[in-house]
């Protein structure tokens, strides 16, 4: 059985969307039939490790962490190269592996796009993502080289691909997020069951505005208010934060993965701009609007604080499942064709 290695944001990412995104890749790739597991490489910074281990919710993501197949030996810059011999094929993906300059440093990025990986390796980015939909002209030519050596490039934004291709001679395809790849059933496996009460959720970022229209929901519906993170300091697990998306009546957020979970479970959501200028292709904002518009949910995001749709009309429940299924089976087959090349 050939062994497939993944870089991603792994290590000590006690961030929901990278954790799940880790957890479902791996298991994505091993239903197909590979050996695989996260080659544990410290990534981030020593200011972004402390801020994460000195989190309330560590021990939840260190758990959950811990349950994902994983390199015992942990790499860094330095000896990441040292992992080749042990794998046949290696992946880099999904998530920002190509954005977070202020995490990844310039001397990680080349790492991201599987720079110490020899040409006679097979090397696939899955759903790789900048955060937007551009970076700064310095960061891609630190990343251009190296993301032209791969062999098969995919990325998670379809408003990416245009910039990606200058920097990848040859194509460059759209995929789901790894998250998608596995259905409801799959999560429902390890989501946590929340109180047994109606709620309004909330998952913010950053002050967006996200909590004062959830209170105004909760004074119209008379329902509890319950945040998995406020300004970004998460409070639960990575199994909480998918069951209680599954379980609550409404979700305002402002994260790329609360939308996907939203989605996926199709929970009545709105999604608030985290950025001051969310049309700023460099913005995080630019990521979402993509992720809506490619299920037809455009009418869920909040362009202007001062005009909020109305939660109740948008379109959550006219999500064409079988628009949906058609791309998880062509993502699948982007994976299983990378993979047994």
Known sequence: ??????????????????????????????????????????????YTLQAYESAKSAEHFRTFSESIPHSERLYTVSDIAECVDDYDIF????????????????????CMALSFVPASKTKTAYAASMGGAEIEPDRKNILAPH?????????????????????????????????????KSEWDDIAATPPEKAYILTYDLR??????????????YGYEIISLATAGAA???????VG???????????????????????????????????????????RLIALLDTFGLSSCYVYDTSNIPNIDDVT????DESKTSAFRHDSLQFLKDALES
């Open 1 to 46: 059985m050939k062994r497939v290695g993944i870089i991603t944001l792994y290590y000590k990412n006690y961030n929901y969307g990278g954790q799940l995104g880790a957890y479902a890749l791996q298991k994505a790739i091993a239903k197909l039939g590979f050996h695989c597991e996260q080659i544990t490489f410290k990534w981030l910074n020593e």
């Open 91 to 110: 992946v880099c993906g999904s998530d920002q592996i190509w954005g977070l300059p202020w995490v990844i440093s310039d001397d990680i990025l080349p």
């Open 147 to 183: 993301v032209n050596s791969l062999d098969f490039v995919s990325v998670r934004e379809k408003s990416a691909i245009p910039f990606v291709k200058t920097m990848k001679n040859g194509e460059v395809t759209h995929v789901l997020d790894p998250v998608m790849l596995l259905d």
């Open 207 to 220: 002050d967006t505005g996200v909590q004062e229209y959830a209170e105004a929901l909760s004074q119209k």
């Open 235 to 241: 409070t639960f697990g990575p199994k909480e934060f």
């Open 244 to 286: 209680y998306i599954k379980h609550a009546k409404y979700f305002i957020t402002s994260a790329f993965h609360g939308a996907v979970f939203a989605i996926l479970y199709k929970v009545p959501f709105l999604v608030f701009p985290v950025s001051d200028n969310p049309q700023d292709p460099k913005s995080m904002d630019s």
């Open 316 to 319: 959550f429940h006219h999500i």
